[in-house]
């Protein structure tokens, strides 16, 4: 069966809400923090999950050697796009994530955006961590940016919606299950008098988790943080960020 993040529809349909133009325009920032963040010096970078290449072509414009992956068409194509109206040069792979491997390549591999925990069998985010880990040089770093629980369950609301200039709108609503380990949601876009309805899950993690399932593949050096700006992750955390160093 078809998993959910495979219906290319949900892509296309719901990309000016996932996609904004605010997301390019910080792109710049964000990676200028991530090299501070890792006191990153190396020069190959893979892009896991790269969608339409926001952070992809600015670690290209910053003159690194970067391969951008990712397992739908349509996402890679908007990336391919930009790459070319900056005028840079990428390696593209389309691929699930599962199965992308290619060891002793990389000094930094990113994975942002939660792009990470889609799958339905839960070994299967053990699986990516394992590829990331081969697929890095030794002494490589990982950065994986997600939304921890910790922040969810003091945000979580059950519903939510948000309008975009055109008149559409998205309804988001919101299940946690599974023993609190994985969250179900329904977006509904309302455009042009008719609403479409999408359907997706993934599983949700806590820092301790996420760092425990980072050790357990072979990772050292696992730290988290609050945000970019390498605040603790504590309290007041916008995002669960985790680097970690293939020793």
């Keep these: 069966m078809e998993e959910w993040f495979e219906?290319?529809?949900?892509?296309?349909?719901?990309?000016?809400?996932?996609?904004?133009?605010?997301?390019?325009?910080t792109a710049v920032e964000e990676i200028e923090k991530i090299i501070a963040l890792t006191g990153f010096k190396g020069k190959r970078v893979l892009d896991l999950c790269c969608g339409p290449?926001?952070?992809?072509?600015?670690?290209?414009?910053?003159?690194?050697?970067v391969t951008a992956v990712d397992g739908t068409p349509f996402l890679l194509k908007k990336a391919q796009e930009l790459a070319q109206a900056e005028?840079?040069?990428?390696?593209?792979?389309?691929?699930?994530?599962?199965?992308?491997?290619?060891?002793?390549?990389?000094d930094l591999v990113v994975n942002l955006f939660t792009s990470f925990g889609y799958f339905d069998e839960k070994q299967e985010d053990i699986k990516v961590l394992r590829n990331v880990y081969a697929s890095l040089k030794s002494?490589?770093?990982?950065?994986?940016?997600?939304?921890?629980?910790?922040?969810?369950?003091r945000i979580y609301g059950p519903t939510s919606a948000e309008q975009l200039?055109?008149?559409?709108?998205?309804?988001?609503?919101?299940?946690?299950?599974?023993?609190?380990?994985?969250?179900?949601?329904?977006?509904?876009?309302?455009k042009d008098g008719k609403a479409t309805s999408f359907?997706?899950?993934?599983?949700?993690?806590?820092?301790?988790?996420?760092?425990?399932?980072?050790?357990?593949?072979g990772f050292s050096k696992v730290k988290l943080f609050g945000n970019l700006d390498g605040e603790e992750y504590g309290l007041p955390a916008q995002r669960l960020i985790a680097t970690a160093v293939k020793a």
């Design 53 to 65: 290449g926001r952070h992809t072509v600015v670690l290209a414009k910053k003159g690194y050697t």
């Design 165 to 190: 200039p055109d008149g559409s709108r998205l309804v988001q609503c919101h299940e946690i299950f599974d023993e609190w380990t994985r969250i179900r949601n329904e977006w509904i876009l309302i």
């Design 87 to 106: 005028g840079v040069s990428v390696e593209w792979v389309l691929e699930d994530m599962r199965n992308f491997i290619r060891p002793d390549s990389y």
């Design 139 to 153: 002494g490589g770093i990982f950065v994986l940016e997600l939304m921890g629980k910790e922040i969810l369950a």
């Design 199 to 217: 359907k997706f899950h993934h599983t949700i993690y806590s820092g301790q988790e996420l760092k425990d399932r980072l050790l357990g593949v």
């Design 7 to 25: 219906n290319e529809r949900f892509w296309v349909d719901l990309y000016p809400f996932l996609f904004p133009e605010k997301g390019f325009q």
